[in-house]
């Protein structure tokens, strides 16, 4: 079973830069998504990579901020984000995709980490 764990959280003024790391043994053969959740709301999608590297996805949000990306080799899927806000805070999680359908819908992730908190003070 995958168990994956988050790490590089922490807190950065609006428009600093963070980069998020999820390490488990056997994630390379996984999709993996980083999803985030802030107090009192569900959690969101936040980028998703294919297991081969290929494909990416990201919240509309994020596009242009955020860069994931993968190494296989070492079983790790990095979430490089920039130009953060104070909206980006929350506990962030990755998750490996579990089942088929929307790259957005945590309902189709599972073996979710514990979360690494990030803040973003304005």
């Known amino acids: 079973q995958v168990q994956p764990i988050e790490s590089g959280g922490g807190s950065v003024q609006a428009g600093g830069s963070l980069t998020l790391s999820c390490a488990a043994s056997g994630l390379a053969f996984y999709s993996v998504g980083w999803f985030r959740q802030a107090p009192g709301k569900d959690r969101e999608f936040v980028a998703r990579i294919s297991s081969s590297g290929v494909m990416t996805n990201y919240r509309n949000s994020m596009k242009g901020r955020a860069t994931i990306s993968r190494d296989n080799d070492k079983d790790t899927v990095t979430l490089q984000m920039n130009s953060l806000k104070p909206e980006d805070t929350a506990l962030y999680y990755c998750?490996?995709?579990?089942?088929?359908?929307?790259?957005?819908?945590?309902?189709?992730?599972?073996?979710w980490g514990p979360g690494t908190q990030v803040t973003v003070s304005s």
């Open positions: 998750g490996v995709q579990t089942k088929g359908g929307l790259v957005g819908d945590p309902a189709n992730f599972g073996s």
